[in-house]
């Protein structure tokens, strides 16, 4: 029931509310407010805060706005460290809404200060301070979410942190994390605390606690006693839980199976460590010393006693006896025992006042990306699978991770007799005075075979089907397969049903289960992941058919936005009207995909509800038989299941496992991984010299020094055939357990000589493959490139590519990428670390040249299995350096929710609530994750001298090349053959070509064929217009565009076009001068949104500026 709060209560409230001016307004005098209010609330009874809170929750609607937020602050202050879920109204939507938000209390200073400046406070804040702030503005009701107090402190993870507290003794800490200042105790803080506690204890050699260290995500600053159960290579480990100055807890990690050291050359090898003894005091783990020279006495009488040097220089101190005008002090005997530990010390001194809080805990937050050394020993970080041939040859010399490939197993379903549904929901995106809503199903259609389709209104109506076919056929799994499922899965969990195990990879839900029962399992999975993201159902059937079946098989037109439910309730609707919503399709498209339907009534009036049945029912079936043949090609193929997989690239990665080109390759995980990872560079994306290129002979020049002008009319792109692949087809996978260099190597490395022995060829001097950590500099011969090699991320995480380039900072950079430098730039450099792996594996050449043949005959012959073996061709690389997943989604259900949020409010990124249910998105705290890395950079650092050895030839012999986008560039037609001469001249190699690694124009226009490009602006990444030239069939000379806009659509391009009344190249000529444009993306698109609920809601308009 909604409360009334009286005049006399509210003037009692702001009575209390301490007013502070603008001008006076600071961040410490906020804090300090906080602290007050906070330990005066603290001794309130129970009743007296039950009283003051009333319930937990504030309304808005009997309280002046000014006032309410004034007030739930006052409340909210007493509440740190807690969630809140705030309800307000949502316009777009109209409904009533609400979010979920973690209280700090640097929250409710942004918050007071919101109160007293004003909205331009807001416009200063970003990110989710700027979200709840917006949120509590609009808020009509603020509630705080309570546990129950007893069950949550039973409930609460025991963890360990960071100590939050310096200590002002003068005594030396360090050993247990404690300096003497913010700046001492911050260094000290660099490593987690119960690392810093296993070095401690000295039972560890430094690659142990490497290995230990990897297995931790270092996104946490806390880390759990249930994750610490977890970790491998753990000897035993007392860990005693203090609290209140006393022995809370005491816990025991054994030899257990998680503790195995699975990195020794026996998995069942317990870990040869002494008892390391472990205390736990504020969330902070330290070594739990036995027998300090200290005496609690000592301790408790600092304050008073620190004056007197006697009393400093020992303390073992046993009495303190005051006579007339002194102090007599007695100590214990050097050798004697006094049999305080370090808990006891610790919480002693905290109980004394020995320790000072630290203001600002926020600096352990401020973790640099620093770079990662590499491993001190390789050997605990990598595995050969277990099916490998190569693990069974090295079972008694080899060092595993796990028993299995915990990524393999996410991407696989082991399948029986299988039951695949193929379905898709129809839904209102508007009402009926055209205003957007969340969008709500309507239909939902499915089919088994494509033959037969049912339908319903409702997820239960399918779910229902499917009990039935339980019953009758004994399937032992369900598969529902929707296009797009992070759209379907907005309706299905809405609704009342029990979910688990999401998967939820950036924030698009590729997958769950619906639990029915002990027996009853049913798996939605988005089929969209194994036929490529930018592939609709629209498409599907150009890809798998021939223009024969394609007549048969194929999606209809639908007026998505004029279907509303009183229409749809109505049934009849108009065929004039509705023709305004189908986009580019004519009238008389509409009309008769309408009598195909049954639905047509009269000229100007159709059965909407006949129409929508017909039209989602064809969806289904262009699914359904779209995959089925997709399921089938991949049998006949590759003899692999299509559905065990959850993406292509899974599947592509089986197919080249199977084939041998994985054979003796390990997998690497942990340290080894993550220092692996930061070779991962993708191909360059930029214009020359990082500089607006324009082309055309009616440009003049400029007095800009960004702005390029090259007067040609001339201008063709250059595509590599194939990229990716054509690395692989150059090169081989390492074999191997890789290997920390030594400092001979690095040494003997450091020589360039020796470096350029290792070649790409079986033939190589050197069979060694490098992965090195060098600081790099310029030699006297270095050359300065519009297309430079070396690279970084700025401060906003996007990669440039530079002439200048830091000295002093590490660099990483395979053997490949380092001799490509020395080569084309004359770089010089310092090996500081690196790895190694010592052999070569080099089926994969042959295996994808197989695939790409085969290709290119199905192609010629009209065959659509040659989209399969696309898909593959391009797919497989990515599954190599797929990052490490540092989260994981959980589903809880309202009984489970607060307890749980409070259990782990530590681990929490994010937080959704759909219908009854919450995805909390939470932070994996043991990390144990394999992957072919090494591979995946060695592919990319391939395709990138690919492109190397084109354009840097180019460039040396005086050809302008104007654009690069990884595996195509942008030069003058004139140019090619030249270029194709000096090339075959240096590699021996034709250039110009469709074969794996060669180049040709790709340029196209629906118009006919492209003879060149007569003009082109590039403005910066993937921000392009060219003119295209084209011929028509019948002759004719016509004009068209080959347009490119990162982060706006090519119809808002066209409609910027069309209010400036000129055509892409004048439009992009403006945008050259740093004229600011704003682009609507929903133009002539449906547009639409996730809501924080995970409803979609349409949109008019989703503006971008954009300036260069």
């Known amino acids: 029931m909604q409360q009334k709060i009286t005049k006399k209560q509210k003037q009692q409230v702001k009575e209390q509310i301490i007013k502070i001016e603008e001008k006076s307004l600071n961040r410490q005098q906020l804090q300090d407010k906080i602290e007050q209010q906070k330990q005066q609330f603290k001794k309130y009874t129970p009743e007296q805060k039950k009283q003051y809170i009333q319930d937990h929750t504030i309304y808005n609607t009997s309280l002046e706005v000014s006032f309410f937020q004034e007030f739930t602050i006052e409340i909210l202050q007493h509440y740190i460290n807690n969630y809140i879920k705030i309800s307000f109204y949502n316009s777009e939507s109209r409904r009533e809404e609400h979010k979920i938000f973690y209280i700090s209390k640097d929250t409710i200073i942004d918050l007071m200060e919101l109160v007293h ?52 003794t003068g005594l030396d800490l360090s050993r247990y994390q404690i300096g003497n200042d913010e700046k001492e105790h911050l260094n000290l803080s660099e490593t987690q605390c119960f690392i810093y506690s296993l070095m401690q204890s000295g039972c560890y050699e430094e690659s142990q606690i490497e290995y230990i260290r990897s297995q931790m995500n270092q996104d946490n600053i806390q880390f759990s006693l249930s994750s610490i159960k977890k970790l491998k290579g753990l000897g035993p480990i007392h860990i005693t839980y203090y609290e209140d100055g006393k022995k809370d807890q005491i816990a025991n990690i054994n030899n257990s199976s998680a503790s195995k050291n699975t990195n020794s050359k026996c998995e ?47 303390t073992n101190l046993k009495q303190i006896r005051k006579t007339t005008n002194t102090y007599c002090y007695s100590f214990y005997k050097q050798e004697q025992n006094i049999g305080i530990s370090a808990g006891t010390m610790i919480t002693t001194m905290m109980e004394s006042g020995l320790f000072q809080e630290i203001e600002n805990p926020n600096i352990y937050n401020q973790n640099e990306d620093k770079p990662i050394s590499a491993p001190i020993d390789c050997q605990p970080f990598q595995k050969f699978p277990q099916n490998s041939s190569a693990l069974k040859q090295h079972t008694e010399e080899t060092q595993q991770i796990r028993e299995d490939n915990k990524d393999i197993q996410t991407e696989i379903v082991n399948v029986g007799k299988q039951l695949i549904v193929y379905a898709d929901f129809e839904s209102f995106t508007k009402d009926e005075n055209d205003n957007n809503i969340v969008h709500k199903p309507f239909l939902l259609c499915w089919t088994v075979d494509g033959e037969t389709v049912y339908s319903g209104k409702t997820i239960f109506s399918l779910i229902n089907y499917i009990e039935d076919m339980m019953i009758k056929e004994c399937y032992s799994k369900i598969l529902v397969l929707y296009h797009n499922l992070s759209y379907d899965a907005s309706f299905i969990l809405q609704q009342q049903i029990t979910i688990r195990d999401i998967l939820k990879p950036d924030n698009q839900i590729i997958q769950f289960t619906v639990q029915r029962n002990h027996h009853l399992s049913i798996i939605f999975r988005d089929s969209m992941r194994l036929t490529g993201n930018d592939v609709s159902v629209s498409k599907m059937p150009s890809m798998f058919f021939t223009k024969e079946m394609q007549s048969k098989i194929y999606k209809e037109i639908f007026p998505y936005t004029y279907y509303t439910m009183n229409r749809y309730c109505n049934k009849i609707g108009s065929i004039t009207e509705a023709s305004k919503h189908i986009g580019k399709n004519t009238k008389d498209e509409f009309i008769f995909s309408i009598k195909n339907a049954q639905a047509y009534v009269d000229e100007d009036t159709f059965d909407l509800q006949k129409y929508a049945l017909y039209y989602c029912q064809q969806d289904v079936r262009v699914l359904c038989k779209s995959m089925q ?201 310092e090996i500081i670390s690196g790895v190694r792996f010592e052999g070569r594996n080099y089926t994969i050449e042959d295996v994808i040249f197989d695939m790409f043949t085969k290709r290119q005959q199905f192609k010629k012959q009209g065959n659509p299995v040659q989209i399969i073996y696309k898909l593959m061709l391009n797919s497989s690389y990515g599954k190599t350096i797929e990052a490490v997943h540092n989260t994981e989604d959980v589903i809880l259900n309202q009984k489970d929710y607060v307890d749980y949020i409070y259990k782990n409010k530590d681990f929490i990124k994010d937080i959704t609530q759909i219908g009854d249910k919450y995805i909390v998105n939470i932070r994996s705290e043991v990390v144990d994750q394999t992957a072919y890395t090494y591979i995946g950079v060695l592919i990319l650092s391939v395709s990138k001298r690919i492109m190397n050895e084109v354009m840097c030839t180019a460039e040396d012999i005086g050809i302008k090349i104007y654009y690069q986008d990884t595996d195509s560039n942008f030069l003058s037609q004139k140019d090619i053959p030249r270029l194709n001469e000096a090339y075959f001249k240096k590699y021996g190699r034709e250039r110009q070509g469709k074969d794996m690694g060669q180049f040709h124009p790709d340029l196209e226009s629906k118009k006919g064929e492209v003879t060149h490009a007569s003009r082109a602006i590039f403005l910066g990444k993937k921000f392009y217009a060219v003119e295209l030239q084209v011929e028509t069939e019948e002759q004719q000379k016509v004009i068209d565009y080959h347009i490119r806009g990162k982060g706006v659509t090519t119809q808002s391009i066209q409609k910027k076009c069309s209010d400036y009344k000129c055509d892409p190249i004048e439009l992009y000529n403006k945008l050259s001068n740093h004229e600011e444009m704003e682009f609507d993306l929903c133009t002539d698109k449906p547009c639409f949104e996730k809501n924080k609920a995970y409803e979609y809601v349409s949109r008019e308009s989703f503006i971008r500026k954009v300036k260069f």
């Open 117 to 168: 400046k004003g909205k331009n406070y807001e416009d200063n804040l970003t990110g989710s301070d700027r979200e709840i702030l917006q949120t509590y503005l609009q808020a009509t009701k603020v509630e705080i979410i309570t546990p129950n107090e007893q069950k949550a402190a039973q409930n609460q993870k025991r963890k360990g942190a960071y100590f939050n507290y310096i200590n002002i």
């Open 268 to 314: 069942d090898e317990i870990v040869d460590v002494p008892l390391v003894n472990i205390g736990c005091y504020k969330n902070h783990y330290f070594i739990n010393d036995d027998c300090l020279h200290i005496s609690k006495v000592w301790i408790t009488n600092f304050n008073e006693h620190n004056r007197y040097s006697k009393f400093m220089e020992n």
């Open 629 to 829: 043949l997709f399921e089938k090609m991949i049998k006949e193929q590759f003899n692999l299941e299509l559905f065990k997989y959850v993406s292509i690239s899974s599947l592509s990665l089986e197919v080249q496992k199977q084939r041998g080109c994985f054979d003796e390759c390990v997998q690497v995980t942990g340290q080894l991984r993550k220092f692996l990872q930061q070779y991962v560079i993708g191909g360059r994306v930029m214009t020359a010299d990082n500089k607006i290129i324009k082309v055309g002979k009616e440009f003049k020049q400029e007095d800009d020094k960004n702005v390029v002008v090259i007067n040609k009319d001339d201008i063709t792109d250059d595509d590599c055939t194939s990229m990716y692949p054509s690395a692989q087809r150059r090169m081989y996978y390492p074999t191997g357990f890789c290997k920390t260099l030594t400092k001979e190597q690095i040494q003997y490395y450091n020589d360039s000589n020796n470096l350029f022995k290792i070649t790409l060829d079986n033939k190589s001097e050197d069979q060694s493959t490098l992965y090195l950590e060098v600081k790099l500099k310029k030699s006297s011969t270095f050359i300065r490139r519009d297309f430079p090699l070396i690279s970084y991320k700025n401060k906003d995480g996007v990669r440039m590519f530079t002439n200048d380039f830091d000295t002093e900072r590490s660099y990483f950079y395979d053997n490949i990428s380092l001799q490509d430098l020395i080569t084309f730039q004359h770089i010089e450099y």
